[in-house]
Every structure is written in structure tokens, then in C-alpha cells.
């Protein structure tokens, strides 16, 4: 089963392939995919280039701050 919080981070298709582990058949399926559709592979490395940068510590940590202010 997928993690919830986990396709919060990584939307299928759009930053990455969501796949049950640890089932090697689904993990050499998006493999074989992202080998045969370079279009796939370019969309999914720019994505989670950019989410990773939405991902930084120091942008994490601000928003938490945030919420706690927000709370109080």
C-alpha cells in the first residue's frame, strides 16, 4: 500500500513513479518506462528538481514556524 504522506511529497507522474515496495516487477516496470519514454524521464527530472528545491530545510522550517505562530 502506499504511504499517504509519501504522495504528498511525490505525486505520481509528476515528480516521480509511486510504486509498492518492495515489488521488483512494479520497480522494473517504471524503470523499463523511464528507459523507453526519454519525454517521461526529462518531465519527471525537472519536476522533482524544482520540488526539491520547495523540499530546503530552511523553507521547511520557516512553515513550521508559521503554523506554530498561526496556532498561538
Request: glycine residues 2%; without cysteine.
Amino acid at each position: 500500500m502506499l504511504d499517504a504522506k509519501t504522495s504528498l511529497f511525490l505525486p505520481h507522474a509528476t515528480s516521480g513513479a509511486l510504486i509498492t515496495p518492495p515489488n521488483a516487477t512494479s520497480i522494473a516496470s517504471a524503470l523499463k518506462e523511464l528507459i523507453a519514454n526519454q519525454a517521461l524521464f526529462n518531465h519527471l527530472s525537472y519536476n522533482l528538481t524544482l520540488r526539491a528545491k520547495e523540499l530546503k530545510w530552511d523553507i521547511i522550517t520557516r512553515q513550521i514556524q508559521e503554523e506554530i505562530l498561526n496556532t498561538f
